[in-house]
């Protein structure tokens, strides 16, 4: 881990996030600015939403060497040597992953501003648990905040895709 420290009072930091497989150096960055700061403004991964910057909502979540966050309550330095994924880095090449298509063929999309976190939840829940119970579904989902859905619908997309991946298994 290498940070420089600022000189009379200009912010010159330099350090490096891996981020969806990829080593990004962070320049001329102050050092407490957030993880979703980062991602959003330094590395141009935009997928990761600032709404209410207070680890309310969700809609910042990312996975941070396998644990789902709110980047917006991390400080981008307490990052570095770190595995950060983001919903940029979920599927190959930018395809839609099951999880993805599942929002879409289900109605899980409304206004779409929530969406990314919720992707990144049921991701991290599907990794861990690949068989939830409704109430193990609402749980690792509480977290994250919708205004546009009654839930029923993301709800019904996480059911899908846990019963597709047991079939193909």
């Known amino acids: 881990m290498s940070i ?3 000189v ?3 912010s010159n930091e330099i350090y490096s996030l891996r981020v969806n497989g990829q080593v990004h150096q962070v320049k001329d960055a102050w050092i407490g600015e957030s993880l979703l700061y ?3 403004e330094r590395l141009g991964l935009p997928g990761s939403k600032g709404a209410c910057e207070q680890g309310e909502c969700g809609s910042c979540t990312v996975i941070v060497d396998s644990k789902a966050v709110c980047s917006c309550l991390v400080m981008a330095a307490d990052a570095v040597e770190t595995e950060i994924l983001t919903v940029e880095g979920l599927g190959p090449d930018g ?3 099951d999880v993805q298509s599942a929002f879409l063929s289900e109605g899980g999309v ?3 501003f929530c969406t ?3 992707i990144v939840a049921v991701h991290h829940l599907l990794e861990s648990n690949p068989s939830p119970s409704d109430d193990e579904i609402r749980e690792a ?4 905040i919708c205004r546009c859905t009654g839930y029923g619908r993301i709800l019904e997309a996480v059911r899908t895709v846990a019963d597709q991946r047991r079939t193909n298994s």
């Open 110 to 112: 409304q206004c779409g």
């Open 8 to 10: 009379s009072g200009q």
């Open 38 to 40: 980062v991602l959003r």
């Open 95 to 97: 395809a839609l992953t």
């Open 116 to 118: 990314p976190g919720f």
């Open 141 to 144: 989902l509480s977290g994250n």
């Open 4 to 6: 420089n420290i600022p």
